[in-house]
């Protein structure tokens, strides 16, 4: 068997033989080394898509080229029709060709707000047919939506950004969707998207090319560390609300865990082992509002991404949120927002 060495180091790069290849096709493309080089990637860039998952993606990739001093990874960029895509931040990208054919390695899509309804059956299909012809599929962001609909992550476990996962988890109850970083299960690789997704794309160059290629890539892009898949995706509520008061991060918790029954002020002063007067002074003291503000605050919030999200009628959008009627919900709606619910509904809903 013919081998290649990356720049002089220990890493060697195996070429199998066709039946080594055809028993390997349940695995992910980076279960094992190469089994010819370089190893073709297909960008699948849907309308609106995030350029940071983008990037993330697609760099690690080139800093491996550049790092070896070999072409490990080639790569083109797909739309659903070959003409210019825009990102979310409104920049065109061109790409080389329209989606289709197999002779890939690995497909990554990239998708952003609206993916649930982005894409067209034929692209749907193109996936279905790839992933049976063991072609590893890596979602970043929310294009867990749309191997959701293809049906690819059906008895599989699987992660999308945080901002997304109520609304995944509506549209497909029957899904496995977790809260993780990324998800490698076989073939199908899901990643939260952002910053998230050159983690996943180290954690895979390390699990093919070894850890002194992929510590040498992180190295490379002033990263101090590969993430786990585990690490929480968001900062932690600390954090993410600027103030430590234990009782009150208690108390938030446990709002944001209860939107779609909520708690009474009581219950939640009681969980928390305060007095209700307590607990007001204490909303009041660090985020200049009441308990019931707040927690309306967190339920409007939710409701209205599953309204830009799904194809939820308004009144299960509405008991999601934690409200008895589709009228009540309307009325609350606009009062906190200045619209009609409807007016936030995603293109095609």
């Known amino acids: 068997m013919s081998r290649i060495r990356l720049c002089g180091h220990v890493s060697t790069l195996w070429f199998f033989t066709v039946s080594t290849i055809v028993s390997r096709r349940a695995m992910t493309l980076f279960d094992a080394l190469p089994e010819r080089l370089p190893q073709k990637f297909g960008f699948v860039l849907v309308e609106s898509f995030p350029l940071m998952g983008f990037a993330s993606s697609l760099e690690p990739l080139r800093a ?18 070959g003409k210019p895509v825009n990102s979310s931040s409104g920049l065109t990208v061109v790409p080389d060709a329209a989606v289709g054919g197999d002779d890939f390695d690995a497909v990554v899509v990239v998708a952003g707000l609206h993916a649930e309804s982005a894409v067209c059956p034929n692209t749907i299909n193109w996936l279905r047919r790839i992933v049976r012809r063991g072609v590893t599929v890596i979602g970043v962001s929310a294009a867990s939506y749309i191997f959701a609909k293809a049906g690819i992550l059906d008895n599989r476990k699987a992660t999308i950004h945080w901002e997304h996962a109520d609304g995944l988890r509506e549209d497909f109850p029957h899904l496995d969707i977790s809260a993780e970083l990324f998800e490698i299960d076989g073939p199908v690789v899901t990643c939260a998207g952002g910053t998230a997704a050159m983690d996943m ?61 909520p708690l009474n002020r009581n219950e939640i002063a009681a969980a928390v082992r305060l007095s209700t007067r307590q607990l007001e002074r204490l909303f009041q003291k660090y985020l200049r509002s009441t308990p ?33 009627s589709a009228s009540h919900f309307a009325k609350s709606y606009r009062e906190f927002f200045g619209r009609n619910p409807r007016a936030d509904r995603g293109p095609g809903k």
């Open 64 to 81: 491996v080229n550049l790092q070896t001093e070999k072409k490990v990874f080639d790569w083109v960029l797909l739309s659903e029709d």
């Open 201 to 261: 794309m180290l954690h895979l160059i390390e699990r093919q090319l070894g850890h002194n290629v992929a510590t040498r890539v992180t190295d490379w892009f002033l990263v101090k560390q590969i993430r786990q898949p585990h690490e929480d995706q968001r900062m932690d509520l600390r954090a993410r609300i600027g103030v430590s008061h234990p009782k009150l991060l208690a108390a938030i918790g446990l709002m944001e865990e209860n939107l779609e029954t």
């Open 292 to 324: 019931r503000k707040y927690y309306f605050s967190l339920r409007m919030h939710k409701a209205q991404l599953l309204l830009r999200q799904t194809a939820l009628p308004i009144l299960e959008v509405a008991l999601a949120s934690g409200f008895v």
